[in-house]
């Protein structure tokens, strides 16, 4: 009894393993090629990143010198949520042709594996995304720029005078097709990264590519 019991649970095991293997592909020389291409764009995505946190770091200090934007923790919060638009604005300005270039590397890629395929498109949705948030240089007064995102009824007139983008297009940062490609990166990221990893790529840069 105790050895089929060992029987059973090593063909569980084994099936387990098989299932695991499978569920990331093996990229073809086709995908490997375009793996290599995106690891070769790393440098940008981490300009990106650091962008982002350095206008967010700029933005809270400058919101410091702010009248009448509420002392309380609730009230502190509802500016950090107002001012994301604002951030999407000032990382765009200044990261524009990496970005752009980005988005061509992405667009070019015809990927043979589903898997690339579809983290490819949810990656693409969301640099389109944020590429709608570039108002062609126009400089931001972070204090009049929150007080128009924290007011009930804000015009679309209000919006596009302190930002230069739509309201429509803020509308869409927090739209479910949004949610959804960043949902869909999010959960195809760990395998994702497993596949660069098989297509040659660097396990540092794999990372960097999946976070």
């Known amino acids: 009894?105790?050895?089929?019991?060992?029987?059973?649970a090593c063909a569980v095991?084994?099936?387990?393993?098989?299932?695991?293997?499978?569920?990331?592909?093996?990229?073809?020389?086709?995908?490997?090629?375009?793996?290599?291409?995106?690891?070769a764009k790393v440098a940008s995505l981490q300009k990106v990143s650091t962008a982002s946190k350095a206008d967010d770091?700029?933005?809270?200090?400058?919101?410091k010198g702010c009248k009448g934007l509420g002392k309380t923790?609730?009230?502190?919060?509802?500016?950090?949520?107002?001012?994301l638009p604002v951030l999407l604005v000032d990382v765009v300005n200044q990261i524009r042709p990496q970005l752009l270039d980005v988005r061509a590397t992405i667009g070019a890629m015809h990927p043979h594996a589903p898997l690339f395929r579809r983290w490819l498109a949810a990656e693409?949705?969301?640099?389109?995304l944020i590429l709608g948030f570039d108002n062609h240089g126009k400089k931001i007064d972070y204090c009049a720029a929150a007080k128009v995102m924290l007011?009930?009824?804000?015009?679309?007139?209000?919006?596009?005078?302190v930002l230069g983008v739509s309201s429509t297009q803020i509308k869409k940062l927090f739209s479910g097709s949004s949610?959804?490609?960043?949902a869909t990166v999010e959960k195809l990221n760990p395998q994702m990264r497993a596949?660069?990893?098989a297509g040659g790529v660097r396990r540092s840069v794999a990372v960097q590519l999946t976070k």
């Open 1 to 8: 009894m105790r050895l089929s019991l060992i029987v059973v």
């Open 13 to 39: 095991a084994l099936v387990a393993a098989s299932a695991a293997a499978a569920a990331t592909p093996v990229p073809d020389a086709h995908d490997r090629a375009l793996a290599r291409q995106l690891a």
């Open 57 to 63: 770091d700029r933005i809270t200090k400058a919101l």
């Open 73 to 83: 923790p609730a009230d502190s919060f509802a500016v950090v949520f107002a001012m």
């Open 124 to 128: 693409s949705a969301s640099s389109e």
């Open 151 to 161: 007011a009930k009824n804000a015009s679309d007139a209000d919006v596009q005078r």
């Open 179 to 182: 949610s959804q490609a960043s």
């Open 195 to 197: 596949f660069l990893i």
